[in-house]
Structures are given as C-alpha cells and as structure tokens.
C-alpha cells in the first residue's frame, strides 16, 4: 500500500497561542492528510466521541463534552514533532477533521506500549479510509521512533477494527483486559512485512 509521506506544519506564534503548535509532522496519502488536532476542531471531535454508533466499543463509551474539550486541549497541548500521538483525520479535499488516528500510551499485561487507535465518522465508513490512515500511521512510527512495535486493543466483536489491524500488518498476541474490558492484543513489529 502508498502510505503517505511525511511533512510538517510550521505556524507562528499569532493570534491563538493555544492553538500554535510549532513544527508537527502532517502525513499525506493518497487520499488523506493527518494533521494535528487545533481546538477549532472542538465540535467535530464532539460530534465524533459522542455517537453512540462510533463509540460502541469504546470502555468509556460516548464521552460527555466537558470530557471531549478537556481531551483536546490535552492533545493540542502535547504536541510535539516526535511524539507518536494522535492525528486529526481530514480528506486531501477538505481541512474539515472526520475523525482521528494515532497513538496513545498504555499498560498492557503489565508493560506499556504504543497503542494505535482509530474512529472516523460513520459517514466516511467503508472505503478504506481506516486501513489508510492506520498504515500511514504505523509507518510514521517506525520511520520516526525507535520502538520495535506498537500494538491495538480490540473487542472481540469490533470486526472492522480486527480487519483494519490485519491489513496493515497487525497479528493477534493474546487477550488482556483494558481498563475492565476484555480485548484482543494485536502487534505490529518493526521487522514484519508491510504489504
Ligand atoms: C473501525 C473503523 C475505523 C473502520 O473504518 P473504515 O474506514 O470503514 O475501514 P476500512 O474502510 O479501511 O475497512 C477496512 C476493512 O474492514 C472491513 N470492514 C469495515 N467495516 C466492517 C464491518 N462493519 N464489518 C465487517 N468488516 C468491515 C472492510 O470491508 C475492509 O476490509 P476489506 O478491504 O477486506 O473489504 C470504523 O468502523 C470506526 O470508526 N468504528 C468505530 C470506532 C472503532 O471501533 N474504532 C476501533 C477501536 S479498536
């Protein structure tokens, strides 16, 4: 799969500090640009984490909003060139945020590791947007960190989730529970081969 190449957005200090973020990588693929979150982003990301439908396997299921603003904050603020962190999913055609994907950091059988997660609006399901922003993603990681591998926690149910995993190179390890909620632990290794 073309997974995109690797740029970054550089903005000035102006207008809104808060929503000034330096050097952070943007990743263009074919049809997509992941670029950092901005806290103008606020509704969309409330319109994303509050359906039920995108939220559905979800251990805190639909966040309240109070919830969603602090997230964001939180991300916007943590913003930096190297982090893995999360990206705000846009269309190539459009600057308007359909989703995220990116990394967070989790205990999981007792080490922490890299988690790679992923929702998009259910309006844009079904025609491998996932799959191309996931596999954009893990290549940013091993082409940027010097981890060996990240991994996804999915509900044994969340079919789509299990398929986005298995296309970009991801390998079921074994069962942990997240947060209270029984998951499969899939693994993406640095040295598996990406097709
Ligand atoms: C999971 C999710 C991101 C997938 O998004 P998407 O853009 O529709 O995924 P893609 O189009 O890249 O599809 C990837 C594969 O999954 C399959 N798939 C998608 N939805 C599916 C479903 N409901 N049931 C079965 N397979 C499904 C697709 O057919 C495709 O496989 P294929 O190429 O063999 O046909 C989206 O459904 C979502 O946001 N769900 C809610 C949030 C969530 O569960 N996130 C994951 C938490 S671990």
Redesign the pocket.
Known sequence: MDCGTFASESRTAAGNDADTLGNFPMIETPRLVLRPFRLTDRGALSALLSDPE?MR?SVSGPKPCHDIVDGLEEWVANHRPTNPERWAVTLQTSDECL?FCGFSFHPVAGEWVWEL????LPA????????EAAAACRDWFFATTRHDKFV???DPA????A??AD?IGARYEFDADCYGMPVGIYAVRRLANFT
């Open positions: 995108v396997f989703g997660g992923y929702r998009l844009i399901w079904g025609q491998g947007f996932a799959t996804l926690m999915i969340n079919v789509a989730s398929r986005v296309k």
